[in-house]
Nanobody, 123 residues
Framework: QVQLVESGGGLVQAGDSLRLSCAASGRTFIYSAMAWFRQAPGKEREFVAAITPGLNTYFPQSLKGRFTISRDNTKNTIYLQMISLKPEDTAVYFC?????????????????WGQGTQITVSS
């Protein structure tokens, strides 16, 4: 069993930067592909970023250059660094983990989820 706890959300202004953290429990963290998703009101959960145990990273084209994902296996934590935030980035951001090391972009392919953290970007 893996438990995920996100932190770092909040209210920011357009153009600001923010870093989210996701702390994971469980010994299998170092073998797990991890990801961030987000969900805005009335919309489906959207893939934001993923990272494999080997530090390969994946982003949708629309977010490349603004979002960076990283992981610290000594702390069982992944991070999402966001710059130049826009009002359309407003959403609840979720951390997710797979039982293996293959990164996926579909939410249904992830086995464990955090409770989410709200980011609101004001214009």
């Amino acid at each position: 069993q893996v438990q995920l706890v996100e932190s770092g959300g909040g209210l920011v202004q357009a153009g600001d930067s923010l870093r989210l953290s996701c702390a994971a429990s469980g010994r299998t963290f170092i073998y797990s592909a991890m990801a961030w998703f987000r969900q805005a009101p009335g919309k489906e959960r959207e893939f934001v970023a993923a990272i494999t145990p080997g530090l390969n990273t994946y982003f949708p084209q629309s977010l490349k250059g603004r979002f960076t994902i990283s992981r610290d296996n000594t702390k069982n934590t992944i991070y999402l660094q966001m710059i130049s935030l826009k009002p359309e980035d407003t959403a609840v951001y979720f951390c997710a983990a797979r039982q293996d090391g293959r990164a996926k972009v579909r939410a249904d392919d992830y086995d464990y989820w955090g409770q989410g953290t709200q980011i609101t970007v004001s214009s």
